[in-house]
């Protein structure tokens, strides 16, 4: 087996890199799993990384209204019936338990619909929870993102009861937990900046594939597994069908003056930012469905974003510290009801050509538990053929 890597690093969209500025190990965007997404954990054990997640004893979400000030946080229940929304005190504040049940809608969703079609808009709990939610799990607004891709995910997790969401955060950095472990188990099967330039089909399968000057002629036992984003799978072979269009994701990354030496995260609402994080003396916020940033410089997105995390962690009037602004232009395919309908399967045309990535039909969004999925259906694929 051998791994094409068109990078001079792994990790794709899911990596850590040192920052000159920040003089800092930072990652490429903050990223969230939670205990039940089952297929990443059960890939950590497989890679020999299960230590390097971490998060709170038990499930909790702590969020701040940036308007008001107001915090709360979101302690769901042991069992699968969210007996919590019951008790005002456990809510989050202004709610009502009617409202939590309009959720339940997402499961009935039709295939055209979005988000905000099938939740109630007006209500506090829309903007307090489910919106930045949603937004930060599909990577687009309430308006466009397909609800029947986050029904899967509440169902898997918030469904399953508070051992199924227990936040996780890449402790190290991204890098370190999901992907140099599996690099080292590889070893010397990775090629690094060995970019797939051309693939070449015949009569029911793929036959040669083109490294820059190098060309690989495929044997009859040799498959192929297409791993790479949506657009250039769609560059690389004719006739494949890919969801069109992305989103972007913006992260701000800040160096704090005092080591706050715990890990944390805050999710944040009604502001521009939706979920900060705090490793060591670096605090990263996310901007999820950015598009709207990406031609802004990075200063001005600084200027925007530090006040509000200023006020988070409560540090006053402190002036704008060193910053690095990482932009994700094609963080995520844009997971409208339409894209969500346009995802290929694993198999193609092509008898020994696979197809994998979080772009491909795995029935979840565009997270790391579906490109795990995927990578399992296609290894499983090439395996029983
Ligand atoms: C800023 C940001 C925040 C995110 N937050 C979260 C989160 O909180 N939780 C979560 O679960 N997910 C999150 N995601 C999504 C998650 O990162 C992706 O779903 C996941 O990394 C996708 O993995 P993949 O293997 O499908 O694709 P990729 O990571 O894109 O891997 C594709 C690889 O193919 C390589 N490649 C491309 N073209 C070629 C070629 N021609 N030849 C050879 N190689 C090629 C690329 O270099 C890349 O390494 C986030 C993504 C971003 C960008």
């Known amino acids: 087996m051998t791994v094409h890597e068109a990078a001079g690093h792994g990790g794709g969209r899911c990596r850590s890199f040192h920052d000159g500025i920040l ?77 939590y049940l309009r959720v339940l809608g997402l499961a009935r969703a039709p295939a055209d619909a979005t988000v905000a079609s099938c939740l109630d808009r007006g209500g506090l709990l829309f903007k307090r929870f489910w919106e930045p939610l949603a937004v930060s799990i599909l990577n687009a607004s309430a308006e466009e993102g397909a609800a029947s891709l986050l029904w899967p995910v509440l169902k898997e997790t918030f469904g399953r009861g508070r051992a199924a969401c227990r936040p996780l955060i890449a402790e190290k950095g991204l890098s370190e937990c999901f992907v140099d472990p599996a690099l080292r188990l590889l070893g010397n099967r990775v090629r690094f900046n060995s970019r797939l330039r051309a693939l070449a089909v015949g009569p ?65 609402a009604g502001g521009l930012s939706q979920w900060l994080f705090v490793r060591h003396d670096v605090v990263s916020v996310t901007v999820s469905a950015a598009d709207d940033l990406m031609d802004d410089p990075a200063d001005d997105i600084a200027r925007r974003l530090w006040p509000e995390v200023a006020f988070a962690l409560e540090l006053g009037d402190a002036p704008l510290p060193p910053f690095r602004i990482v932009k ?25 050509l696979y197809l994998a990535g979080d772009w491909t039909d795995t029935r979840l969004p565009a997270t790391i538990e579906g490109a795990v999925r995927s990578g399992w259906t296609a290894a499983d694929a090439v395996l029983n053929s």
């Open 23 to 99: 003089e800092r190990r930072i990652d490429n965007g903050n990223h969230l799993v939670l205990s039940g997404n089952h297929a990443v954990l059960g890939y950590l054990r497989e890679i020999g990384g299960e230590d390097g997640l971490t998060g709170p004893e038990t499930a909790e979400f702590p969020f701040l209204e940036l308007g008001s000030g107001l915090r709360w946080t979101v302690r769901p229940g042991a069992g699968p019936i969210p007996w919590w929304i019951l008790f005002p005190g456990r809510r989050v504040p202004g709610t009502r338990t009617a409202e």
């Open 204 to 268: 029911g399968r793929a036959v040669s594939l083109e490294f820059g000057g190098n060309t690989v002629e495929l044997g009859t036992g040799d498959r192929v597994i297409l791993a790479v984003p949506p657009a250039a799978a769609a560059g690389l072979v004719e006739g494949i069908v890919t969801p069109r269009g992305s989103r972007a994701i913006v992260n701000g990354h800040f160096r704090l003056d005092a080591g706050r030496q715990t890990l944390s995260f805050l999710g944040l």
């Open 328 to 352: 994700e232009r094609r963080a995520t395919f844009a997971q409208t009801p339409a894209n969500a309908r346009a995802r290929p399967g694993v198999r193609t045309p092509w008898n020994n």
